[in-house]
């Protein structure tokens, strides 16, 4: 099993571009998440998907759209890119939205915005 | 609101030396879940430990344990005899029954010095 993959790794946008970070996992399970890790600041949620067809906002989703395209993957879109979203991107996946699944986390996306 | 503090943003211990990683939380539930990740340099965010408000008895895995104080609201991780490969940024979680979100503190970063 692969788990959960985020494509791409590295991605580097001018100011006004737009872009979709993809996120799969294998595991089959109903709920994901996107996640931005900034210095000092933790993890904070984006988005996230309790079960496919439903998407909830998190703590900070201004400036950003998410797709549950099935079960498997949940991208996130920048339709217009700013310097304030430099950062680290983690998709996770929890075998449902109950209190107690630990999540799984892809390899991170480093997005740069100059 | 829920809110997770690690106070302690870094720590530089030799090796073999035991170390403690603090965490606190903030939350009105009387239900929650409390979690531990690793990430290591490589970026990944490594799942350690899942603990429930209701179970309070003490956890040893290994040269790792974790004190869960619900009178103090704090889960503190410690690490006996430290080894280089235990070099990373620790990050305390906690997850209350009202909804699907894992509130992230901002990271403890754990260097371990040969």
């Known amino acids: 099993n692969a788990g959960v993959t985020q494509t791409p790794k590295f991605q580097v946008l001018k100011t006004g571009q737009s872009m979709t970070l993809q996120c799969a996992q294998d595991m089959n399970h109903n709920s994901m998440y996107w996640y931005r890790q900034d210095p000092g600041m933790g993890l904070r949620l984006i988005y996230y998907?309790?079960?496919?067809?439903?998407?909830d906002k998190g703590e900070v989703p201004n400036g950003y759209n998410v797709s549950r395209l099935n079960k498997r993957e949940f991208s996130l879109r920048l339709e217009s890119a700013a310097p304030s979203q430099t950062s680290v991107y983690f998709c996770?996946?929890?075998?449902?939205?109950?209190?107690?699944?630990?999540?799984?986390f892809g390899p991170g996306t480093r997005l740069t915005v100059t | 609101a829920q809110k997770v503090t690690q106070a302690q943003t870094e720590i530089s211990v030799v090796e073999k030396e035991d170390v403690t990683l603090d965490c606190v939380y903030e939350?009105?539930?009387?239900?929650?879940?409390l979690f531990w990740y690793k990430q290591p340099p490589s970026g990944e965010l490594v799942f350690l430990i899942r603990?429930?408000?209701?179970?309070?008895q003490n956890e040893i895995s290994g040269r790792y344990s974790w004190n869960f104080q619900k009178s103090t609201s704090s889960f503190n991780f410690t690490i006996t005899a430290s080894q280089v490969v235990d070099s990373a940024v620790y990050f305390c979680?906690?997850?209350?029954?009202?909804?699907?979100?894992?509130?992230f503190g901002e990271g403890t970063q754990l260097t371990v010095n040969p």
């Open positions: 998907s309790a079960s496919e067809g439903t998407t």
């Open positions: 603990r429930n408000s209701f179970d309070e």
């Open positions: 939350t009105r539930d009387t239900t929650y879940y």
């Open positions: 979680a906690l997850r209350e029954t009202s909804g699907s979100r894992l509130t």
């Open positions: 996770a996946s929890s075998e449902s939205g109950t209190l107690k699944g630990e999540q799984y």
